[in-house]
């Protein structure tokens, strides 16, 4: 269900138009420091495109379509527009035969047509996408806790460093980031959906890694949010007896006064974990395609990685109340007439 259109009471920008475009810039160009040097990333060049039918386009919750086009010179052959490079970052890990401990890092920029349009949703999606190769040994909890903690840190300094160039920009971001399970958040809160559980939690915590999105929780049998089975490891079960080695960083955002998600992560599928999942989403026939093939006959790295959003990053820390403040893109006429009447400028 798409999340109504908000138009919080009294907004006024706190930067005009221009000194968020400048804002935007520092914004990225800060952040992508600071991620490079905590997880130990070398950036590296990325496709907008890649062939069909090769299992290399992440396919998100299995039902968007990508936007695809023919090649005239390439004898037609189908392309089509990435989701998201979760598997193409793989490829190009085990191309680059990075050492474990070290990554990459891109602009990966995306159109997903079947997006619901609200404030933080658009039809144009631009992230950092990053991998970088981890051990059999790594493939923990614990790592994947300290991974979010690095990259929750790294979000802090860009805040610090953003308030100091304009004062008007108080921090808000707390101290530290908490953990959580959905099937311990479920049962916490079994009245409430999946989308209110994380308002509940950020609400409380300010900011939260949401563990174990893609599996059946106990109580409704439905999982608490959709994720491919090919690419995050959400089965795999940790010493505490809980499933998923993948989750969500959420905070709490003052000007919508809601949860606001600003990454999705996780340890990758191993062989065991792939054939599970696909097993249990019954789509064993992805394992005829070049990448699940790859990975089944050992020829990939075991990797761990993810994607942050660019403009949602930018319109957290600039205290924007809609993604159109800081992307250009296209909305429906009657969402630009409502947020125009409410003194927010969609560019």
Known sequence: MP???LLPAGYRPLLDELATEVAIRSIKEEFQKNLAFELRLQRVTAPLFVPSGTGINDDLNGVERP?????????????????????????????????????????????????????????????????????????????????VRRIYYALRRTEDALSRAYPVLRP????EIHFHFSEDVEAEMPELSPRQREDALCRREGAVFLLGIGGPLPLSGKPHDG??????????????GHHGLNGDILVWNPVLGRSFELS?????????????QLSLRGEEKRLSLPFHQKLVE?????????????????MLLLQKAHIGEIQSSIWPEAMVSACRSHNIPLL
């Open 3 to 5: 999340l109504p259109l």
């Open 67 to 147: 936007v695809s086009f023919l090649i005239r010179d390439d004898g037609g052959r189908k392309a089509e527009i990435v989701h998201s490079l979760a598997k193409w970052k793989r490829l190009k890990l085990a191309s680059l035969q990075m050492e474990p401990g070290r990554g990459i890092y891109t602009d990966m920029n995306a159109i997903r047509p079947d997006e619901e349009l609200d404030n933080v949703h658009s039809l144009y999606v631009d992230q950092w996408d990053w991998e970088k190769v981890i051990t059999r040994e790594a493939r923990t909890l614990e790592t994947l806790k300290e991974t």
């Open 172 to 175: 808000f971001l707390p101290e």
């Open 227 to 240: 994720r491919a089975p090919d690419y995050d490891d959400w089965t795999t079960e940790s010493q505490e």
């Open 264 to 276: 999705s992560m996780g340890i990758r599928v191993d062989k065991e974990a792939l054939l599970r």
């Open 298 to 314: 050992g020829k990939l790295p075991l990797t761990m990685g993810g994607g942050i959003g660019q403009s949602r990053l930018c």
